[in-house]
């Protein structure tokens, strides 16, 4: 059988021991559960490795797995792992049918969306750069690179996830990347700035610019923002901070969720979502809220209907 139901792959994932055969000693991370287009997936661990695991559910699920993974193990390693179990999953009684699962081995780091505000500048370009060779060098687009679908190690090694999409020929990924370096230059950290100093006592850390009259300081209580007096007129509440561009900048609650302010520290699209990247062209938002994603205007009004792309 070449695929199953996302709702029999979530029974199969809170009752492995029953209802996989080769992989029923994982420990599946409850509430990791979600779906794409083509796959159920979830985060578990085997082994004491961590991995995340895939069954197919739409016809042309298990031709995009075959393919990636004939990719993926001609690059000896450097593409990861993403080895697939045929027959591995009883998709239905009493005759039984198996699908097959994806087990893709997941990095330790943070995604990339969050190494956005602890990462140094030039640490997170080499990451960028390192991953683009690797791509060229196997001929390979990626083809569905997120900051969600990118994990950054302790290293600053960038490891890509959801890896089902890559096909054969390099370049596919170049308006991604060149999409990525603009909000590394527009959130990463200064390239004098350490990790530890953002959990530091008061100061207004002189490696962040004067920005539309007002420069990103750091309190015991988290982000906030000065002006050109070094008054602070935004309090310091936020996990991570923009620096402001447009008179918009994005803060990240201690709660991890995302919104957009204003200079006075107003709520334009209020910090309950999960990303949003804004395009200063144009003055637009695409703010994702679990796997879906909508446009809000300049003035954080929806622009679009809530969709998966």
């Known amino acids: 059988m070449q695929q199953c139901t996302y709702t029999t792959f979530i029974t199969a994932m809170r009752n492995p021991n029953a209802l996989l055969r080769s992989l029923r000693d994982v420990v599946i ?6 779906h794409t287009k083509h796959f159920g997936e979830c985060h ?9 695991l895939y069954a197919p559910i739409s016809p042309e699920a298990m ?3 075959n393919n990636a993974a004939s990719i993926i193990s001609a690059a000896n390693g450097e593409l990861g792992n993403f080895d697939i179990i045929a027959e591995e999953l009883l998709c239905s009684n009493p005759i039984p049918s198996y699908c097959s699962v994806i087990v893709e081995d997941r990095a330790s780091g943070i995604p990339l969306r969050e190494a956005l505000y602890t990462h140094t500048k030039s640490n997170l370009l080499r990451g960028m750069k390192r991953l ?13 690179l997120t900051l969600d679908n990118i994990v950054v190690d302790a290293a600053h090694t960038w490891h890509t996830t959801h890896n089902y999409y890559m096909s054969r020929g390099a370049g596919g990924d170049d308006n991604i990347f060149s999409r990525i370096a ?7 950290l200064p390239d004098n700035m350490e990790l530890h100093d953002v959990y530091a006592p008061y100061t207004t850390m002189r490696g962040y ?20 007096s070094g008054n602070i007129v935004i309090e310091g509440k936020y996990l991570r901070a923009t620096d402001f561009n447009e008179n918009r900048a994005i803060v990240v609650t201690h709660e991890f969720k995302t919104g957009i302010i204003d200079r006075d520290g107003r709520n334009v699209i209020a910090p309950i979502y999960d990303d949003i990247e804004y395009d200063t062209i144009e003055g637009t938002s695409r703010v994702r809220l679990g796997n879906r994603y909508a446009m809000f205007d300049y003035n954080g009004e929806q622009m679009t209907e809530w969709s998966e792309n």
């Open 44 to 52: 578990a661990t085997k082994d004491g490795r961590g991995i995340t």
């Open 29 to 34: 991370e409850v509430g990791t559960e979600q």
């Open 182 to 188: 603009s909000l590394i230059d527009e959130r990463a």
């Open 63 to 65: 031709t995009l797995a």
């Open 132 to 144: 683009r060779e690797v791509l060229r060098l196997h001929d390979v687009s990626h083809n569905h």
């Open 209 to 228: 610019p004067l920005v539309c009259h007002r420069r990103r300081v750091i309190t015991p209580e988290g982000i906030g923002f000065e002006d050109d």
